[in-house]
């Protein structure tokens, strides 16, 4: 438990680091290796990704025992801090939402994102309620001992069932009522404009999340508006899958190889698994 801890205030701590924390969205042990390797100092784990990685969609229909084993899988993976995607906590009363943040904690995991929304239609949860199922996380999260890092997400920019203005005076007021219930940081999805981020920046008394792309803007652009932490949710699954289609479609219509060109030696992929096990150089 001393290590999680550790990892738990290393997570928290980076929040309020020179630059963004920015975190690939993972979805498997293999691929937080990788990351890891690469010298990312935390990762995150994609529930779109493991979803598809599964054959399902997103949005929980996988299981939350199995996307729990997902996380257990990349958190012993790897000896860096683990952040895992757990949804909208895989119920909306708060006695569920606390159960998955100890399940959460049980696999390994220093932090997890919940969100509000319902199934991105621009619907969100009440806001009471919304409020209440932060606390309960907390209150779970001081209760096992492990500090973790709650990344509290809102909805609201989805759909199109409210105006601009309405969605970031909504976005500001729920984000400041997450921090206060026990969130460390606010994740506001959706919102795609710099002036947007930049006033959600400022208005939010505390860390603000954007996913990678939001503005159109890179990390030095984020981080010049205020942004803290960037994810880059499914970014990273649809990039890998995308690249797998191409590559099936030049196998099957052209009868080449050319994905071969780049890809990682086998023996490469093997010394690095070897050395993350322990057991090779």
């Known amino acids: ?3 999680q801890v ?13 630059g963004p924390l920015v975190l690939p969205n993972i979805w498997d042990a293999g691929t937080s290796v990788l990351a890891a390797e690469a010298g990312f100092e935390a990762i995150a784990t994609t529930s779109a990704g493991v979803a598809w990685a599964h054959g399902l969609p997103d949005g929980e229909v996988i299981s939350r025992d199995d996307m729990l084993n997902a996380v257990a899988a990349c958190a012993s993976a790897v000896h860096i801090p683990v952040t895992a995607d757990m949804e909208t906590g895989y119920g909306e009363a708060p006695e569920i939402v606390a159960d998955t943040v ?3 904690a049980e696999a390994g995991a220093v932090g997890l994102n919940l969100e509000d929304g319902i199934e991105h239609s ?3 949860l009440e806001k009471s309620l919304a409020v209440d199922r932060i606390a ?3 209150a779970a999260a001081d209760e096992s001992g492990i ?3 709650i990344n509290a997400r809102t909805d609201i920019y989805f759909g199109n069932i409210r105006e601009p203005g309405e969605k970031f005076d909504i976005a500001v007021e729920r984000a400041n009522a997450y921090l206060a219930a026990g969130a460390d940081c606010a994740y506001v999805i959706g919102a795609m404009e710099a002036d947007a981020i930049g006033g959600l920046a400022r208005a939010i008394d505390g860390p603000l999340n954007v996913p990678a792309g939001a503005g159109g803007l890179d990390v030095a652009g984020l981080a010049a508006l205020g942004v803290a932490r960037i994810s880059v949710a499914g970014g990273l699954t649809r990039g890998a899958f995308g690249y797998l289609r191409r590559v099936l479609t030049e196998l099957r219509d052209d009868g080449t190889f050319g994905f071969l060109d780049g890809a990682i030696p086998h023996p490469e992929l093997n010394r690095l698994y070897a050395a993350n096990r322990g057991d090779g150089t």
């Open 1 to 3: 438990m001393r290590d």
């Open 6 to 18: 550790s990892k738990a205030e290393a997570l928290r701590a980076r929040h309020g680091g020179d």
């Open 102 to 104: 100890r399940l959460t």
């Open 122 to 124: 621009g619907e969100i």
């Open 136 to 138: 309960a996380a907390r």
């Open 147 to 149: 500090p973790m890092v």
